[in-house]
């Protein structure tokens, strides 16, 4: 293996391992997706404080501000906006790889594009 193919594959693992936890992607998401953290809350089925406090944790991991927040609204910053269409986007691969699994277990066969 080349020095340069070292390199991408240990690069590989550290992103990995530099994954926010899944709980905050959602709620991020869900927040983005909907401009709300209320209605995100009731989504997830976890509280308005619990979305509002991941979110925070989200960022501060970040160190990136995703969202203005003012009295009544919730908008995405230009940072919000390009992490919003990447973690959309990977939330629904997953959620696609996970149905084919999920119908094909009994095949044995597992197709992901």
């Not at 690069?11 to 992607?25: A, V, Y």
């Not at 997706?33 to 308005?48: D, K």
């Amino acid at each position: 293996m080349t020095r340069r193919a070292q390199a991408t594959n240990e690069t590989r693992r550290n992103m990995r391992r530099d994954l926010p936890p899944l709980n905050l992607l959602k709620a991020f998401e869900a927040a983005a997706r909907s401009e709300s953290f209320t209605l995100a809350a009731q989504e997830l089925n976890v509280t308005q404080a619990a979305v509002s406090q991941q979110v925070k944790a989200l960022e501060e991991r970040l160190g990136l501000k995703l969202f203005e927040r003012t009295h009544k609204r919730l908008a995405l910053t230009d940072a919000g906006r390009e992490y919003f269409a990447v973690v959309r986007d990977t939330l629904d691969r997953l959620s696609v790889g996970t149905n084919l699994l999920l119908q094909r277990r009994g095949s044995g066969v597992l197709t992901v594009s």
